[in-house]
């Protein structure tokens, strides 16, 4: 397999960057409110988002820390599990992992695996004591769990450095202009190439300065 562009990983760096920055902030808002259901989509996107443009890069350790993550939120919002204090433990501690991580990349080194113990820990039969008469969060009205035309096409473009690479599929949108998450999961699988998570050797990447700040 031919190694990623420089531009294309650059870009992820940057905006993987700006996700991580804007996750902190979101979990804290959500252990407050652990009701919210749209700070709860904001989180499982960011999460979904780097898992997403991680697997392009063939970064397998960002894959698997935000996968586990991904995994628990995703039953929370479907009201199959009630995240607990251990699983906010666990997505805090991850953003430092997942920062390590993208340095790495920066500097063009092979990233490290988050400890197995952090991944367990997302586990929501993971052994910790079950909530009492605590309630699922409730379902999140349709339009949060679709992305808009805009906002995918943003997504390329934050993948592919702007310009489309080569034949990606179109997926099959409704008549609202929007696609929805099987669609959005099965695009970013053809831009994985079908492979399995880790396939894909992680290219060197040339350090990124970091975005300024405001």
Request: one cysteine or more; a negative charge; charged letters at 20%.
């Amino acid at each position: 397999m031919s190694a990623v562009p420089d531009d294309i990983a650059a870009d992820f760096i940057l905006e993987a960057q700006e996700i991580l920055d804007r996750l902190g902030e979101q979990l804290v808002t959500l252990e407050q409110a652990p009701q919210d259901a749209d700070q709860l989509n904001a989180v499982f996107r960011g999460f979904h988002t780097l898992k997403g443009g991680a697997g392009f890069l063939g970064i397998q350790a960002m894959v698997e820390l935000c996968h586990a993550a991904e995994e628990t939120l995703g039953m929370a919002r479907s009201g199959q599990a009630v995240l607990q204090a251990h699983h906010f433990d666990a997505a805090q501690q991850s953003l430092d992992y997942l920062q390590s991580m993208l340095d790495s990349v920066s500097a063009g080194e092979e990233p490290g695996y988050a400890p197995p113990a952090l991944i367990a820990q997302f586990d929501v039969n993971g052994g910790a004591p079950a909530p009492v008469a605590a309630a699922p969060i409730a379902a999140a009205a349709p339009a949060s769990d679709l992305i808009t035309d805009d906002e995918f096409e943003a997504l390329l473009d934050q993948l592919h450095g702007g310009a489309a690479p080569t034949a990606v599929p179109t997926a099959k949108k409704a008549d609202d202009g929007l696609i929805d998450e099987d669609e959005f999961e099965a695009l970013l699988d053809q831009l994985h190439g079908g492979a399995a998570p880790g396939a894909r050797p992680v290219a060197a990447v040339p350090a990124v300065a970091p975005a300024p700040r405001p």
